[in-house]
Nanobody, 127 residues
Framework: QVQVEESGGGSVPAGGSLTLSCSTS????????LGWFRQAPGKDREGVAM???????TYADSAKGRFTISLDSATNTLSLQMDSLKPEDTAAYYC?????????????????????WGQGTQVTVSA
């Protein structure tokens, strides 16, 4: 049974930083796709960043240059370092995982491609 759990959300002023973490269990890190998504009230869930089976990251335009996704293979923990946060980054952030080979790329920033989801962690950025 694959389980995914996020942590690290909170409230910060604009320009601040937060690091989100995603712990996984029951997951085989041979072929995988791992990603971060977010959903603001009244909006669709959108992809923020993902990491492919070969470790290559893909970022949404809104995250490029400000967010960094990384996978700690020793602890099987996925992280999202978020810098220069903006009020428009305010949303619930979700970790998602899919077992199987993943080539990465923008197609894998689509939520329906992921089978396993965490409960989400709230990020609030004040102006």
């Amino acid at each position: 049974q694959v389980q995914v759990e996020e942590s690290g959300g909170g409230s910060v002023p604009a320009g601040g930083s937060l690091t989100l973490s995603c712990s996984t269990s029951g997951f085989t890190f041979t072929y995988y796709c791992l990603g971060w998504f977010r959903q603001a009230p009244g909006k669709d869930r959108e992809g923020v960043a993902m990491v492919a089976s070969d470790g290559t990251p893909t970022y949404a335009d809104s995250a490029k240059g400000r967010f960094t996704i990384s996978l700690d293979s020793a602890t099987n923990t996925l992280s999202l370092q978020m810098d220069s946060l903006k009020p428009e980054d305010t949303a619930a952030y979700y970790c998602a995982a899919n077992q199987g080979y993943c080539s990465g790329g923008f197609l894998w920033l689509s939520a329906p491609r992921y089978k396993f989801w965490g409960q989400g962690t709230q990020v609030t950025v004040s102006a």
